[in-house]
C-alpha cells in the first residue's frame, strides 16, 4: 500500500487502535462476568498466540530489508541455537534473544552477508 | 521496594502523585529493558519496511500492544485489505479483554471512575500487565490506580520517544547490525510467548501458527496471518481439547 496522505493513518487508527482498544474497554466494563476456564476463551487465547506465530513464522522465514539476502540455514539456525540457550539457562528471556542474536551476528560476518 | 509513600491522612493529591511516581520508578527493570531493545527491533522493522517515521511513532502510542502493531505492519505490507487488517489484529487482541479483567479488580477501589479505568485500560499489554501483576500486591489499594498510571504511561511515552530515535540512527547502522535488531521482534515474541503461556493450549497454538504461517506466506500471502491464525489457532485448540477430555476420561 502507499504510505502517502491520510489513508496510512485511517488504517491504523481503525485496523489498530479500533480494534485493540475495543477489547481493552470490554474488559473494563464486562470483566467480572468473563469466565476464565471457558471453552471460547481457551479458543481466543489459541487463536491470539498462532496469529502472532504466523507472524514470527513470516518475520524468520521471509524478512524484508537488511535480512532479506541472508542465508534461510542460518536463521533457522539461530532461532534453534536461541531456544537451546533459552532452556538451557533456566527459561531466561534475556539469555534465549541475546545467544539468538549474538549467532544471527557470527554467521552474517562469517558469510559476509 | 523502598519505603511506601504514607497513607491517605496527609495530603491524598500527595500520595496519589508519589505513588505515580514510584510506578514511574519501574522503567528502570528488566522487563522495561527487555521491551526497549524490541522496540529498537520494532523501529528498525517499520524503518526496512519503508513505513514513514511518523506512522511509526504514531502507531507505537495509538495502539501500544506489539504484536498488534506487527501484524498491522504485516498486513500493511503485504496489502491486505481494512477488513482483513482489522480481523487479524482484532483476533489477536482478544486476549487484552481477559487481561484487563483481571488487572481492574486488583486496582479499582470503590471511588474509582470508570472513565478513568477505559483511559487507563490502553496501557495494559503484555510488559506493563505482567509487571503490574507481579508488583501490586506490594501497593496499598489506593495507591495502585496511580502505581499503574505511574508505570504504564512512563512505558509507553519512553518506547515512543525511543521509536522516533531508533528509527533515524537504524538509516546509519551497517546491515549487519540492522539484520540484527530486525531479529531482535521475532525472538522476542517467541520467548515471551513461551514464559506468558498459563494454558498447555498456548504452546501448541504456538507450533501450529509457525507451520501454518510458514504455508500461507506460500500459498496465500495477502491472508496468510489471519488465515495461518484462525486455521492453525483452531486445529490447536480442537487437538490441545481433544487430548484433555480423554486424559480426563481415562484418568
Given at each position: 500500500?502507499?504510505?502517502?496522505g491520510l489513508w496510512?493513518?485511517v488504517f491504523?487508527?481503525?485496523?489498530g487502535w479500533?480494534a485493540?482498544?475495543?477489547?481493552r474497554w470490554?474488559?473494563?466494563?464486562?470483566?467480572n462476568?468473563?469466565?476464565?476456564r471457558?471453552?471460547?476463551?481457551?479458543?481466543?487465547r489459541?487463536v491470539?498466540?498462532?496469529?502472532?506465530?504466523?507472524?514470527?513464522?513470516?518475520?524468520?522465514?521471509f524478512?524484508?530489508?537488511?535480512?532479506?539476502?541472508?542465508?534461510?540455514a542460518l536463521?533457522?539456525?539461530a532461532?534453534?541455537f536461541?531456544?537451546?540457550?533459552?532452556f538451557a539457562a533456566?527459561?531466561?528471556?534475556?539469555?534465549?534473544?541475546g545467544?539468538?542474536?549474538?549467532?544471527?551476528?557470527?554467521?552474517?560476518?562469517l558469510t559476509g552477508? | 521496594m523502598t519505603?511506601?509513600?504514607q497513607?491517605v491522612?496527609?495530603?491524598?493529591?500527595?500520595?496519589?502523585?508519589?505513588w505515580f511516581?514510584?510506578g514511574m520508578?519501574?522503567?528502570?527493570s528488566?522487563?522495561s529493558l527487555?521491551?526497549a531493545?524490541?522496540?529498537?527491533?520494532f523501529?528498525?522493522?517499520?524503518?526496512?519496511a519503508g513505513?514513514?517515521?511518523?506512522?511509526?511513532?504514531?502507531m507505537?502510542?495509538?495502539?501500544?500492544?506489539?504484536?498488534?502493531?506487527?501484524?498491522?505492519?504485516?498486513?500493511?505490507?503485504?496489502?491486505?485489505h481494512?477488513?482483513?487488517?482489522f480481523l487479524a489484529?482484532?483476533l489477536?487482541?482478544?486476549?487484552?479483554?481477559?487481561m484487563?479483567?483481571s488487572?481492574?479488580?486488583?486496582?479499582?477501589?470503590?471511588?474509582?471512575?470508570?472513565?478513568?479505568l477505559l483511559l487507563l485500560s490502553?496501557?495494559v499489554a503484555?510488559?506493563?500487565?505482567?509487571f503490574a501483576?507481579?508488583r501490586?500486591?506490594?501497593?496499598p489499594?489506593?495507591?495502585r490506580v496511580a502505581f499503574?498510571?505511574?508505570?504504564?504511561?512512563?512505558?509507553?511515552?519512553?518506547?515512543v520517544v525511543?521509536?522516533?530515535?531508533?528509527y533515524?540512527?537504524?538509516?546509519e547502522f551497517?546491515?549487519?547490525?540492522?539484520g540484527?535488531?530486525?531479529?531482535l521482534?521475532?525472538?522476542y515474541?517467541?520467548?515471551?510467548i513461551?514464559?506468558?503461556?498459563?494454558?498447555r493450549v498456548?504452546?501448541w497454538?504456538?507450533?501450529a501458527?509457525?507451520?501454518f504461517g510458514?504455508i500461507f506466506?506460500?500459498v496465500?500471502p495477502q491472508?496468510?496471518?489471519?488465515?495461518?491464525?484462525v486455521?492453525?489457532g483452531?486445529l490447536?485448540?480442537?487437538?490441545e481439547?481433544?487430548?484433555?477430555?480423554r486424559?480426563a476420561?481415562?484418568?
Amino acid at each position: 500500500m502507499s504510505y502517502d496522505g491520510l489513508w496510512p493513518y485511517v488504517f491504523i487508527v481503525v485496523a489498530g487502535w479500533l480494534a485493540t482498544d475495543i477489547w481493552r474497554w470490554l474488559g473494563v466494563l464486562f470483566g467480572n462476568r468473563i469466565d476464565e476456564r471457558s471453552e471460547l476463551l481457551q479458543w481466543v487465547r489459541a487463536v491470539a498466540t498462532a496469529l502472532v506465530a504466523a507472524v514470527i513464522a513470516r518475520l524468520i522465514l521471509f524478512p524484508t530489508g537488511a535480512l532479506a539476502g541472508s542465508p534461510f540455514a542460518l536463521r533457522i539456525a539461530a532461532v534453534l541455537f536461541g531456544a537451546a540457550c533459552f532452556f538451557a539457562a533456566g527459561r531466561r528471556q534475556i539469555v534465549g534473544i541475546g545467544a539468538s542474536v549474538a549467532f544471527l551476528a557470527a554467521g552474517l560476518a562469517l558469510t559476509g552477508t | 521496594m523502598t519505603a511506601a509513600p504514607q497513607t491517605v491522612s496527609s495530603s491524598p493529591l500527595r500520595v496519589q502523585a508519589r505513588w505515580f511516581v514510584f510506578g514511574m520508578r519501574g522503567i528502570f527493570s528488566l522487563p522495561s529493558l527487555i521491551l526497549a531493545l524490541s522496540f529498537v527491533g520494532f523501529a528498525a522493522f517499520t524503518a526496512e519496511a519503508g513505513i514513514p517515521v511518523e506512522q511509526a511513532i504514531f502507531m507505537t502510542g495509538i495502539v501500544w500492544a506489539l504484536p498488534a502493531k506487527v501484524i498491522l505492519v504485516g498486513s500493511m505490507l503485504s496489502g491486505a485489505h481494512l477488513v482483513t487488517a482489522f480481523l487479524a489484529v482484532t483476533l489477536s487482541s482478544v486476549r487484552m479483554m481477559p487481561m484487563v479483567a483481571s488487572l481492574v479488580p486488583e486496582i479499582r477501589t470503590r471511588r474509582t471512575p470508570t472513565w478513568l479505568l477505559l483511559l487507563l485500560s490502553h496501557f495494559v499489554a503484555i510488559t506493563a500487565w505482567v509487571f503490574a501483576m507481579e508488583r501490586i500486591q506490594a501497593v496499598p489499594r489506593e495507591g495502585r490506580v496511580a502505581f499503574f498510571a505511574g508505570f504504564g504511561i512512563t512505558l509507553t511515552m519512553t518506547n515512543v520517544v525511543l521509536v522516533g530515535l531508533a528509527y533515524g540512527a537504524v538509516e546509519e547502522f551497517p546491515p549487519l547490525v540492522s539484520g540484527c535488531l530486525f531479529f531482535l521482534t521475532p525472538v522476542y515474541f517467541l520467548t515471551s510467548i513461551w514464559l506468558s503461556a498459563r494454558h498447555r493450549v498456548v504452546y501448541w497454538a504456538l507450533g501450529a501458527g509457525l507451520v501454518f504461517g510458514g504455508i500461507f506466506a506460500v500459498v496465500a500471502p495477502q491472508y496468510d496471518i489471519l488465515l495461518a491464525g484462525v486455521v492453525g489457532g483452531t486445529l490447536a485448540w480442537w487437538a490441545e481439547r481433544a487430548f484433555r477430555l480423554r486424559k480426563a476420561g481415562a484418568a
